[in-house]
């Protein structure tokens, strides 16, 4: 079955550690996106790639680097300079020409708990 | 700055009830609106409106769209306990090219049997 799969499901980190999550897909999705989920805000932009070697920043990039090498992979480091990092990561996919688009696929996510 | 706005942030109600949860926004290359529930964990996908005053109609959900007032509503008749979840509004827009969801802040409904 086709989908997104997101790992580590829980990851824990010491303060001034980077840490890589891993997102892949098997959709042949063109457009990748990682979203940040806090309790009370919904959900933000991190960063987002419409095709291969090829992203952009969105709302809230500062602290975050990706990399797309392959279209099937949209890996997410979360650095040092993210000062509040704990949080509920979100990736997904999108195949936008579809004609019966339907919006974002997910991953089942990644729960970062700085310790 | 793109933003998508939605009430009550919480809402507790009884098994049976009817609940109406609002998204309210304001955005430029507005495309469509999209609706999805989240559990545990990965939102699911239940509507995408782009056009005004038609609903969209599943089950005992549904939702319509008015593009003049900018804001949307979903319905839930005779809610169960497997409705709880968060709920989360999305304006699909391009922006610079690309194809962008802005969300809101969802809505947490509890429904107690």
Known sequence: DGGITQSPKYLFRKEGQNVTLSCEQNLNHDAMYWYRQDPGQGLRLIYYSQIVNDFQKGDIAEGYSVSREKKESFPLTVTSAQKNPTAFYLCASSNGQARDWRGYTFGSGTRLTVV | ?113
């Open chain 2, 1 to 113: 700055e793109d933003k998508v706005v939605q009430s009550p942030l919480s809402l507790v109600v009884h098994e049976g009830d009817t609940v109406t949860l609002n998204c309210s926004y304001e955005v430029t290359n507005f495309r469509s609106l999209l609706w999805y529930k989240q559990e545990k964990k990965a939102p699911t996908f239940l509507f995408m409106l782009t056009s005004s005053g038609i609903e969209k109609k599943s089950g005992r959900l549904s939702s319509i769209l008015d593009k003049k007032e900018l804001f949307s509503i979903l319905n839930i008749t005779a809610t169960q306990t497997g409705d709880s979840a968060v709920y989360l509004c999305a304006v699909l827009l391009f922006y610079q090219g690309a194809q962008k969801l802005v969300f809101g802040q969802g809505t947490r409904l509890t429904i107690n049997p």
